[in-house]
């Protein structure tokens, strides 16, 4: 079960790496959001043990997060 928890994670996160190529004409708005979307995804993913919730709930979190990341200090 742990095994097909680890290969689950990295297939996603290859997954997720491949599509991040997607993001070059977008606005730096949309990547940030992108990104924060995946990388919690992966977060609330390892949280939960792998569950559905976890990982749609982190995606979320780090989608909103993304979005509101601005790069002007």
């Excluded at 079960?1 to 994670?9: I, P």
């Excluded at 390892?46 to 709930?57: E, K």
Aim: proline residues 0%.
């Amino acid at each position: 079960m742990k095994t097909m928890q680890r290969l689950t994670l990295g297939a996603v996160s290859v997954a997720m790496l491949l599509s991040l190529g997607g993001c070059a004409g977008m606005s730096r708005q949309g990547q940030n959001t992108a990104v924060g979307a995946g990388v919690g995804a992966i977060g609330g993913a390892v949280l939960t043990g792998g569950s559905t919730l976890g990982t749609l709930g982190g995606a979320a979190i780090g989608g909103v997060i993304g979005h509101e990341m601005d790069d002007r200090r």
